[in-house]
């Protein structure tokens, strides 16, 4: 069964910094693109990054470029959001996602496993 579990979410001040992980367990994904999406209360799903399996290539939301950066441990199975620079607009639900084998994808379709999501709210 296949399981992604984040953690790392809290109450940070306008200006801090989070890490967010996302440990997957029931299978290996170390081929896969993994993603980070976000969801405020009211809004839809949004792109956050995204990382191909060897970890050589990533993709992120222009709103968080130069301020967050994701990362993976194919050895522990576990993706990464660094978060600095946090804004009070980065307040929303983060969700790691599952994508496919090659495209550094950012649509919420186009991802078929999600973790449970983890807070992650900045206060001004």
């Known amino acids: 069964q296949v399981q992604l579990v984040e953690s790392g979410g809290g109450l940070v001040q306008a200006g801090g910094s989070l890490r967010l992980s996302c440990a997957a367990s029931g299978r290996t994904f170390s081929r896969n693109v993994m993603g980070w999406f976000r969801q405020a209360p009211g809004k839809e799903r949004e792109f956050v990054a995204a990382i191909i399996g060897s970890g050589s290539r990533t993709s992120y939301a222009d709103s968080v470029k130069e301020r967050f950066t994701i990362s993976r441990d194919n050895a522990r199975n576990t993706l990464y959001l660094q978060m600095m620079s946090l804004k009070p607009e980065d307040t929303a639900v983060y969700y790691c996602?599952?994508?496919?084998?090659?495209?550094?994808?950012?649509?919420?379709?186009?991802?078929?496993?999600w973790g449970q999501g983890t807070q992650v709210t900045v206060s001004e």
């Open positions: 996602a599952v994508g496919p084998l090659i495209s550094l994808a950012k649509r919420p379709n186009e991802y078929n496993f």
